[in-house]
Nanobody, 125 residues
């Protein structure tokens, strides 16, 4: 059973940067595509980015393209989300999740079967 833990969130000023980590225990992440999501109060969960397992292809939502970068370190069972040029609209709880396959196939909830508890990111104006 895969257990995911997100870390790296916090309070940052507009224009600042953060690096979120998603670390797995109980199983290796090497066989899974990994997605990052966020949810702000009152909003629906938003899929942000995904990285495949084998060929390391990456995908980004338009809202974060050019500002966020996803990467993975399979040796350390960790996936990262590097966030730059942060805006107040980026304030949310950020989650990582394992795709049921090794490739990225969208951000539908049914596609992801293990989720972390989330880490809060707050961007102050």
């Amino acid at each position: 059973q895969v257990q995911l833990v997100e870390s790296g969130g916090g309070l940052v000023q507009v224009g600042g940067s953060l690096r979120l980590s998603c670390t797995a225990s109980g199983s290796t992440l090497v066989d899974y595509a990994i997605g990052w999501f966020r949810q702000a109060p009152g909003d629906e969960r938003e899929g942000l980015s995904c990285i495949s397992s084998s060929d390391l292809r990456t995908y980004y939502a338009d809202s974060v393209k050019g500002r966020f970068t996803i990467s993975r370190d399979n040796a350390n069972n960790t996936v990262y989300l590097h966030m730059n040029h942060l805006k107040p609209d980026d304030t949310a709880v950020y989650y990582c999740a394992t795709d049921t396959t090794s490739w990225c196939s969208g951000y539908g909830a049914a596609q992801y079967n293990h989720w972390g508890q989330g880490t809060q990111v707050t961007v102050s104006a």
